[in-house]
C-alpha cells in the first residue's frame, strides 16, 4: 500500500509547484526525490492602462517620403507613385538628396527645406544615412515615422546598434516609430497607401497587423483578387518602438476597423499584451496567425512541468484568456474576418442547414459535431411548415434537404422557416449547381432574408466555379460571407460562436488569498539557500505547502528517536519516516523508508534502524535527519505546478499525478490568475 | 494490494475481450464481475479476388440515350446535348417514345428499333417506365446500363421494391447497373460527357468515384474553373448493383487514371473493399472523404469495446490498413491528387524549403513538424555552395531564406542546391511578390529544375492575387502542383509521404495459431449456454483465456472447503478466494472476498466464512461455489477487447487498463487480422 499525501484543491489560483516524485519513490518507483516551491506571483508589475492615440500614422495631415526617387522599381519610387495615386487629400511632400521633379512634382533637398508642418514622414533611404534624417525630422517637428529601410538589428551585431540609437534619436524628439525594416502602412478610409501594394484593396473594416512585412504583400495581393474589403494593414517590421500592442490599441479606437487581424511571430510584452487584448476583445474580435509554434516549444527545464509546457502553450492560453482566436492558417483568418464584419454573432447553440443535396449537408453536419457545435432542433411549427411546402421527398430534419431541383422560392421558404424559428440562432444555406438550380435569384432571396433577420448569422456555402460565381459575388457584396466549400462556412461560424461564447464569459476576478504565513516561507527558502540547496526537503516543502493554506499531510524532521517519538504522538498514528539527505537518491532501496509505524516502539526501533542502514549504505552521506510523516490512506494523486512563461509569465499545471503523468499528460494549464469558477 | 492478473502480451491477433473489471473489482472499485470471451475471427469468409472489366461503361462503343429530349431543361435534352458536343466517337443512338428529329439527329421509338449493337444505354425517363425499357436492353443486348432516374430506394418503400425488380431485370439479361438515382459519368480520354455537366473538364489522369452526385456536379464546375485535369468522373447513386468497389477495380486497370478518389457516405462490403483496396493502393494512390463521420457513431453495446470503438473509427482504421488516404475537405482531396497526378513520391524524410520572406517559412515549418513530417538538415556541401552564393543576409539553414530582393536567379540558385543535396528528399518552393519579384521568371526555374530532378517532388507556394496568377498557371500547367497558402503545400506534402510510407509497409502475413485448445472453449460455451447465461464467470473465462494459449493465474471453482483447500494446494499460496453467483453483483461489499490466504487452515476458515457471509447477505441467491484464484504480485493493467464492425468484420483493442481506461482512452485499435510487427 503507497502512501498518498491528499492534497486539497484550493483555488486554481496556487501558483505552488509540488512535484509527486515524493510519492511515487515510495510505492516503488525510482525517481529522486524533488520538491520545488516558487513564490507566488505578484501582479504589481503590470504597467498601467495607457491609450496611445497613433494619429499621425492613422490620420496623418501631411507626409514626407524621404526617399522619394524618379527611378521606377527603386522602393522610394514605388511608394511616391502608390502615395500619390492612392487619393490621400493632405499634403505631401518629396524628400531626395539630389531634388528636382518626381513624378511631376517638386521635390525638397532636406526635410527641413518643406515649407509647411509634416505629421508623418515615411524614410526609405540605405541604413547608415537614417539618424542623421531622423535629427532632421526631429528638428521639423514630425510626429511619427514610419522607416521602411532595413540593415538594422534583423541583419547584424552592428545593425541592432544601429537601431538602438535609431531608438534613442526617435526618443530624444519625443516622435514614434514603425519599423525599421517594415513595408509600410495602407488606410483605404483616409486613404492612402504608403506601402509597395500596386492597387488599394477595397474599402472594408479589417484591420490586419503583420510582423512578416511579405506575408502582408502577399495577402495585400491575395485580398485585393478576392475582393475582401480592408480597413488599414500595418507591417510591424523590427518593432523597435511602436509594435502590435500599440497598433492594437490604436485599431480598437478606430470606428473604422470592426475587426483586428494578427500574424505574430513574437510578443515581447506578453503581460501587457494580454491585459490590453482582454479589453479590446471586449469591444472587437481580434484574430491571430502565431508563427512559429514549432521551434520554440518544450525547451524549458527539465522538471515535470518544464517538460509539458511549451512556449506555444503559454500563447495558446494567452490568447484564450484574452478571447483572441487563434486560426491555423492565413486563409482561415481571412475567410472569418469577412463574417464578423458583415454579420451578427449568434446569440445561442442551435445552427440549421438548408441544402439542395445530401453530401454536402453531411459533410457540413459531421463537422459541425466535430467542433463542438450544436446541431438546432427544428420547432413543431417550423417541420409543419416545411412539410407544408416541400416536397414529400424532401428531409425536413436538419439539415433541411430541400432537394436537387430546387428553385429559388423553394429555398426562399425554407431559408425563412429556419430563421423564424427560436431554436435556429444560425444558419448555413447550401447550395450545389444541379440541373434546374438558379444560383444568382437564390443568392437574392438569401441576402434579403438575412436583411430581414439581422440577429442570426447567416453564412452561404455555394458549390462550384463558374455556375455560382456570380451568385457568390452577389452575396458577398451585399454582406453574406460566401464560401465555396462547406468546411470553411462551417469552421467560419465556429469562429463567431468562439467570440460570441468569449464575451459571455464572467469577468477575470480572481480570489485574493489574506492568509498566506509569508514569514515562514520566507524563513524556510532563506535557511535552504544558505544552505546551498536548490531543492526543497519534503518536511519543508510541506511546510510550504500549508503556508499557503493548502492541507497537507503533517511532516516533520525528527534528530533522535526520543524527538521522532514525539512527533508521532503529535501527529497521530501511523506514522511514516523517511531518511533525509540530499546524498541517499533511492531511499527505498538501501531501507530508508519504513511505513506503518503504529506506536512509540515501532518508531524507536524505526529511527535506529534507518540510520544504521543509511550510514552502512552511505556512510559519506550528509544526513539531515529522518522526517516522521502522517500515514494517509490512498487517494487519487493530482499534479499541481507552475512555470513562469518568459512572454506571459506564471502557467499554472494541474492534472492527474503519479506515475503516468508524463505519459499520459492529462494536464490543464490556464496563465494566472484565474477566476475561482 | 491488489490483485492482478498478468495477462501476457500474445501477438496482437487476438481476439479475445478481457475485462479488467475482475481486478478493480477486488482492489476495491465497485463494478460488477464480467468477461466476455469472443470467437476467434475466421478468414474463410473473405470472397475471392475477381477483377470487373466494365468496358461498356468506361470505354463503350456505342451509347443509346433513352429519354432523349429535345426540351431544352430537360435531363434527357441536357445528357443529348452534351454527349453530342462531348467529342464522342461511338454511335449515338437516340431513344424518344414518340420518335422525331432530336437536336438534328435521328430517335427511335424503342432501342429494339435502333440498327447497329448497343453496348450502353443510358436511361433518363419516369421511374416507373425503367423496367420494362431495362427489359427492352436486355433483349437488344445491351451490356450496361446508367439510370440516371430517381424515384428507387431513395424516395420510399415502394421506389425500394422497384429497384429490387430492377436489379433482378437487370441480372436476367446478364447486364450491370450504374445508379439508379445517380448523374451519370464523364470520361475525358474517349471521350465523353453522360451526364448534366456542361463542359468537359480539362484531360488529366483523375478518377473520382461520387456516392453524391450533386458533390460530383459541383467539384466538376469547380476543377473546370480551376482548370485541374480530370479522367474519369462515376456517380455511384444508389448503387443497386455496381458501387465504388467495381469502379475502383476498374480505373485501377484503367491506364488513362492514376489516382482513384472516393466520396463515400456508406460502404456495404466492407471486407471486400479493404481487401481490393489494399490491392489497389500498391499500384495507384486512392484518397477518400467519408461522410457521415458523426451520426453513425458509439452506438455500438454498452461493452467498454463498444463504447469506445465509433463506427468512423472502423472506416479510419480500415482505411489506414489498406493505404487509402482518408481526408478531411474536398478542396484538400483534389489539391492532393494533382500532387500526385505530376509529381514523384518521397523517397525518404527530409524536407527543405526555399523562400523570399521569413514568415511563410516559418509558417511552412511549423506545420512540417506538426504533422510529424521532418525538416531535411543540409549538407555541408549545399551550405557552403549557398553561403557562396546568396547574400549574407540570407539564411543558409532550413528554411533557406534568399531575402525579399530575390531575383529569379536566385531561386534557380537555391532550388537547385536544395535539389542536390543527398539529405533533401523533397522540396517546397515559397514565393511572396515583393517590390523586386519576377513570379514568372521564377516559376519557369522551377519547372525547369522539378523536370531535371525527377526523383524528388517538388511543390511550390507562390502566395498572392494576380501578382503571382501567371507564373501559378506556369507552374499548374507543367507539372509543378502550386499553391496560394503554405498549409495547402505543405499538407499535400504530407499526402505524399502517407502514401509513400504505405508503400514501404511489410506486406500483411498475419501469424496463424495452431496451438488452440478449441474443443475446451466450445465446452465452457455449451456449458455457460445451458446455464441461460450470457456472461462468463471468471474461472471460464480464465480457462478459456488459457485454451487461447495466454497465460492467465490458475482460477478453480471449489464447492466445499476441502476441494478449495486442494486447489489451493495445486496452484498454491497465497491465493484469493470469491464468492461466484450471477446475483451477487458487489462480493467485496458483502465480504464474498478474501485475499491473501496462506495456508490451508486460512482457506477453510475464508471457504465458510465467504458462504455464512454470502447466505447472509442474499439468501436466495443461486451460490455456484467460490473460485480460489493465485494471488498475483501488483503489475500493469491491460485491457484487449474486440467489437464486430457491421461493416468491416472484427476490431481489436489493446491499451492501458484498470479503473482509468473509459476516462483516458489510452486505447489502440485495429482491423483483424494483423502482423506481428
Known sequence: MGQRESIQEHGICLTVFLEKAVNTEIIGEKSPSKVFIVTIYSLSGLEGVSYLKLDAIFRPKSVAIIGASNTPGKVGYVLTNNLLKSGYAGSVYLINVRGGDILGHQSYKSILDVPGDVELAVIAIPSQYVIPTVEQCGEKGVEALIVISAGFKETSHEGAELEKKLVETVKRYGMRLQGPNCLGAINTHVPYDMSFASTLPKKGSIGFITQSGALGTAILDWIIAEEIGFGSIISLGNKADLDEIDFMEAMAEDPDIKVILLYLESIERGRKFLEVAERIVKKKPVMAVK?????????????????LVGSFLAYQKAFDRAGVILTESMEDLFNYAVAFTQQSLPDDEGIAIVTNAGGPGILSTDLVEKLGLKMASLSEETVEKLEESLPEAASTGNPVDILGDALPDRYAVAVECALQDPNVHAL???????????????????????????????????????????????????????????????????????????????????????????????????????????????????????????????????????????????????????????????????????????????????????MRKSRKAQPLAKIYGITVDKMVPRGREMIIGMSRDPQFGPMVMFGLGGIYVNFLKDVSFRLAPMNER
Request: hydrophobic share 40%; proline share 6%; glycine share 8%.
Open 428 to 610: 448555413v444555406v447550401l447550395l450545389t449547381p444541379q440541373a434546374m438550380t438558379d444560383a444568382l435569384t437564390t443568392a437574392k432571396h438569401v441576402v434579403d432574408l438575412s436583411k430581414r433577420y439581422p440577429d442570426k448569422p447567416v453564412i452561404s456555402v455555394f458549390m462550384g466555379g463558374d455556375w455560382v460565381a456570380e451568385a457568390a459575388e452577389h452575396l458577398k457584396d451585399n454582406g453574406v460571407p460566401c464560401y465555396n466549400f462547406p468546411e470553411k462556412g462551417i469552421k467560419t461560424l465556429d469562429a463567431l460562436y468562439q467570440y460570441s461564447r468569449h464575451l459571455k464569459l464572467p469577468e477575470l476576478k480572481p480570489p485574493v488569498f489574506d492568509d498566506i504565513d509569508r514569514e515562514t516561507v520566507r524563513r524556510i527558502y532563506d535557511a535552504v539557500r544558505k544552505d546551498g540547496r536548490n531543492v526543497l526537503f519534503p518536511h519543508e516543502a510541506v511546510a510550504i505547502v500549508q503556508a499557503y493554506g493548502v492541507n497537507a499531510p503533517p511532516s516533520m524532521l525528527a534528530s533522535s528517536a526520543e524527538e521522532a517519538v514525539g512527533f508521532a504522538e503529535e501527529i497521530g498514528y501511523p506514522v511514516v519516516m523517511k531518511i533525509v539527505s540530499p546524498d541517499i537518491m533511492h531511499k527505498t532501496d538501501i531501507g530508508g523508508v519504513e511505513l506503518n509505524l503504529n506506536n512509540a516502539n515501532m518508531v524507536r526501533i524505526a529511527f535506529e534502524e534507518i
Open 291 to 307: 508563427g512559429g509554434t514549432s521551434s520554440a516549444g518544450a525547451k524549458a527545464a527539465g522538471s515535470h512541468t518544464g517538460a
